[in-house]
């Protein structure tokens, strides 16, 4: 092997598998802190699921469209590589459910799908559905125990018709999952908590709403005028962010080689690494694993066994983004920022986003059209996500008419698949989770990040990231002799 051995006497160096946002996140993380950062993407791109695009001119996000604004992690990073005045609350949060052939209003107060008052509810449920969601308070106190499926708790406590009808498309549509698998304690966890000291489900849901409340809007959020909204965007994409990541990194020095897959693991010394890619190895003396699960499994097969037999056991689930552009002097009116979709229907699409409506952004880019897009797939559909991309606008576009009435052909269409996109919390995952980084933690200066851990959001896996490099930047306060470097 011939290692790479340039400017090794420059200070720690970090190696980076996976160019996504977590591991973008991380790189940019130890670069400020004075590290030597290799950042390697096996891909021809970075950014992962995060995408920015365009269709009939229009510019749009193919990916991930929005964050998660409350918790600070992705808005300050977005701030800190320049992005904070392109920072944009969505123009209208009103959406809808398309339940039994008609489009309600989404329900307020509710904590990811799960009531605080059955009034709320009315509209969406038969009136045995509403009554059932009240039932929660002459019900006994549940024992949850370590973790449970939020579908199956909450269809115990209200009902099976609030799972089908708004659990399952809210909570099940982020995940992209099954919510009688998804993890209570790793998908909810303010709510999994609340549940466990208070007697009813609906006591739980107004902890919760009580505690957020009282949370103030998010400073990062709050400094760009925008105030608490839940959600934010970024004025051309939140797709334009890991390319900025990326600017930030390499003015700090960092090194990002694309195309690059990291192949194998070899110990060096004590403490040391190199890592193996096609064409380079690098010597390194700490690594980041931001890469999906399997991926880091394969590469942590001989030096961490249990970790690796535990990271092969998440599950991935695949979907489709089908965006569509028509002219706007085509499209009836349409309310709000688009609906969600029941899987109890038996639909084709989960949801659709009225991008040309939410975000500014795209409206002013292209006035004359109406940008639109769809989403399709859960956890089991593998065949559903495969379509031919003309099947695939073509269900669109019928499960459009019938939920919207618009009936106009588009003037532009593309489709975005994310194969083994999203990962699966299923009962047991956080417990996973800890097994994993506990044997990890055994080897020396390894670290890992990304979707596969905390949460699949984008502020969840900066948070992922900046874990990862801060317990790397933390070893790096001792002295290493045999690396060679001052660590």
């Known amino acids: 092997m011939n ?55 229009a510019p749009v996000d193919l990916g991930a469209e929005s964050l998660l604004a409350r918790r600070p992690e992705a808005v300050a990073l977005a701030r800190a590589v320049g992005l904070g005045d392109r920072l944009q609350a969505p123009a209208t949060t009103t959406a809808s459910v398309w339940s039994r052939g008609e489009l309600v209003p989404m329900p307020k107060g509710h904590v990811m799908g799960v009531p605080g008052d059955p009034a709320a509810v009315e509209g969406l449920l038969s009136t045995e559905g509403v009554r059932r969601v009240g039932g929660d308070l002459e019900l006994p106190p549940t024992e949850i125990g370590e973790d449970i499926a939020i579908g199956a708790y909450v269809a115990a406590r209200m009902g099976h018709e609030v799972v089908d009808r708004l659990v399952e498309p809210l909570l099940g549509g982020v995940y992209a999952g099954d919510a009688h698998r998804i993890s209570m304690k790793a998908a909810v966890p303010a709510l999994f908590e609340a549940a466990r000291v208070h007697p009813t489900l609906t006591a739980a849901v107004h902890a919760v709403q009580r505690a957020g409340a009282a949370t103030p809007a998010d400073a990062a959020g709050a400094a760009t005028g925008l105030g608490g909204s839940v959600f934010l965007g970024i004025e051309g994409g939140i797709g334009t962010l890991p390319g900025a990541v990326a600017d930030a990194v390499r003015a700090a020095g960092g090194e990002i080689l694309t195309g690059t897959s990291v192949n194998a693991l070899v110990r060096t010394g004590a403490t040391g690494w190199q890592v193996v890619t096609r064409h380079r190895t690098f010597d390194a003396d700490a690594v980041v694993l931001a890469t999906p699960a399997g991926i ?86 593998e065949a559903q996500v495969h379509r031919e991309d003309s099947d695939l606008v073509d269900a669109s576009l019928k499960d459009l008419a019938a939920a919207t009435g618009l009936s106009a052909r588009p003037v532009a269409s593309t489709v975005t698949r994310w194969i083994g996109g999203l990962p699966q919390y299923p009962v047991g995952h956080l417990a996973r989770v800890a097994r994993v980084r506990a044997a990890v933690a055994a080897l020396p200066r390894l670290r890992l990040a990304g979707a596969a851990y905390d949460g699949v959001g984008i502020p969840a896996c900066v948070a992922s990231a900046h874990r990862a490099a801060d317990e790397i930047i933390a070893t790096s306060k001792t002295t290493d002799p045999g690396a060679g470097h001052s660590l």
């Not at 190696?15 to 290799?38: D, E, K, M, Q, S």
């Not at 390697?40 to 995408?51: H, I, N, S, T, Y």
């Not at 009225?354 to 559909?381: C, I, M, N, Y």
Request: no cysteine.
């Open 3 to 57: 290692a790479d051995t340039t400017g090794q006497h420059a200070g720690p160096h970090v190696v980076v598998a996976g160019g996504g946002i977590a591991g973008l996140a991380a790189a940019h993380r130890l670069a400020l802190a004075g590290h030597r950062v290799t950042l390697l993407e096996a891909d021809d791109r970075l950014g992962g699921k995060l995408l920015a695009g365009e269709i009939a001119g």
């Open 296 to 381: 880091a499994a394969g590469l942590l097969g001989g030096h961490a066994p249990a970790a690796a037999a535990e990271l092969d056991e998440i599950d991935y689930a695949s979907m489709a983004l089908i965006t569509l552009a028509f002219r706007r002097s085509d499209v009836p009116a349409l309310a709000g920022s688009g609906f969600l979709v029941p899987p109890v229907d038996g639909h084709t699409i989960k949801a659709s986003t009225f991008s040309g409506q939410k975000w500014r952004w795209v409206s002013d880019g292209a006035p004359d059209l109406f940008v639109l897009r769809t989403s399709v797939g859960r956890h089991g559909e």
